[in-house]
């Protein structure tokens, strides 16, 4: 059993940075954000396979968002910049023992307790 916790989220103004960290508590391999907003369905983010060597991002955050990872660390980031009152939702961390980057929630394994994210206008 792999335990995620996020940390990071917060309130800024349209146009600010972010960073959210998730800290796991064993090896993972495939390792995504995803954000659920009130009223929606969770929504794919970012992806990150093992070795950080390959990186999926939804449309609505390439270019604004960076998605790495510290291996010796067992951690994840989300450097999130520019960012838009969209953006607001709560953030969850999620963590696959598959080797290939996904955007389907259901083929995570592990998730983390979410992060809120309030992007003000």
């Known amino acids: 059993q792999v335990q995620l916790v996020e940390s990071g989220g917060g309130l800024v103004q349209a146009g600010d940075s972010l960073r959210l960290s998730c800290a796991a508590s064993?090896?993972?391999?495939?390792m995504g954000w995803f954000r659920q907003a009130p009223g929606t369905e969770r929504a794919f983010v970012a992806a990150?396979?093992?070795?950080?060597?390959?990186?999926d991002y939804s449309d609505s955050v390439k270019g604004r968002f960076t998605i790495s990872r510290d291996v010796a660390k067992n951690t994840v980031y989300l450097q999130m910049n520019s960012l838009k009152p969209e953006d607001t939702a709560v953030y969850y961390c999620?963590?696959?023992?598959?080797?290939?980057?996904?955007?389907?929630?259901?083929?995570?394994?592990?998730w983390g307790q979410g992060t809120q994210v309030t992007v003000s206008s």
């Open positions: 999620a963590a696959s023992m598959a080797s290939v980057l996904m955007r389907s929630r259901y083929r995570y394994d592990y």
């Open positions: 064993g090896r993972t391999y495939t």
């Open positions: 990150i396979n093992w070795t950080g060597g390959r990186i």
